[in-house]
């Protein structure tokens, strides 16, 4: 099967972001024998399965009291896609996590762009620190989906146009917006994994207020979703105490 010449495929535009959770090696009793060592020694992992309520008040008291280090013994990678723009709020969590991002100096990057769903709240209201964003109106919503496709066809016009006159990728990805959807590896433990969520997703459970740009926080929905169904008990911890990393 031969691919489809870029130049024959037209712009797409989505509304959601994906994660895949491709690997792992993460679950609660990753924490248990960590934090058990400092008073058992070598002999911790047998202590793991004696029980199970008193597992699950350790992990609490960690999580409570904000002894860290043993939830960074596991590791998760996600293969996620999204626009280009949430991967450069992403590079600002740098502690316990490692990116590798698809690059535009090697391949020709395919015209798939971000166009926000009807539900994206368009309009922001008050000043900076202190706002709220409500819903647009169908005319907005329309201005928006409108503006932003004739863009991406535009942008994504011109960038052919300079690869078929033999410009070097490198250089004629530069016309292209930040809304085109790029894909990375992504990979923390669950300790980098609570920091993020703390700040880029919003909950009531949390004791601190986070707002963040909604497109990454679809992103942290989704990693939270897998995270929590590998770790319960650590995950049920986080909440209980509050959604602040330890």
């Known amino acids: 099967m031969t691919e489809t010449p870029a130049e024959d ?28 060592v400092s008073t058992l020694g070598e002999q911790s992992i047998d202590e793991l399965s004696k029980d199970p309520e008193r597992s699950k008040g350790l992990i609490n008291y960690l999580m409570r009291d904000r002894h860290g280090s043993p939830f960074e013994h596991n590791s998760m990678t996600f293969l996620i896609s999204a626009p280009i723009f949430v991967f450069r709020e992403f590079m600002r969590h740098r502690v316990g996590w490692s990116y590798n991002e698809e690059s535009g100096r090697y391949r020709e990057l ?20 202190k706002y709220v964003f409500v819903e647009g109106t169908q005319a907005q919503q329309e201005l928006t989906t409108r503006v932003m496709e004739d863009s991406y066809r535009q942008a994504y016009e011109a960038y052919q146009e300079m690869l078929a006159a033999g410009v070097a990728r490198e250089v004629a990805r530069a016309v292209l917006p930040v809304g085109l959807f790029s894909s990375m590896y ?5 300790r980098s994994l609570m920091h993020f969520l703390g700040l880029r997703t919003q909950h009531e459970l949390a004791k601190v207020p986070s707002f963040p740009q909604r497109e990454i926080e679809m992103v942290g929905e989704k990693m939270e979703a897998e995270w929590a169904a590998l770790m319960p008990l650590t995950y049920a911890a986080f909440n209980g105490n509050g959604r602040v990393a330890p």
């Open 9 to 36: 495929l037209k712009p797409t535009f989505l509304g959601d972001v994906t994660v895949e959770l491709v690997k792992h090696t993460a679950s609660d009793t990753d924490v248990l024998f960590a934090a058990r």
């Open 110 to 129: 395919q015209p798939t762009f971000y166009v926000p769903d009807a539900d994206r709240k368009l309009v922001q209201e008050g000043r900076p620190g």
């Open 186 to 190: 992504a990979t923390c433990n669950a």
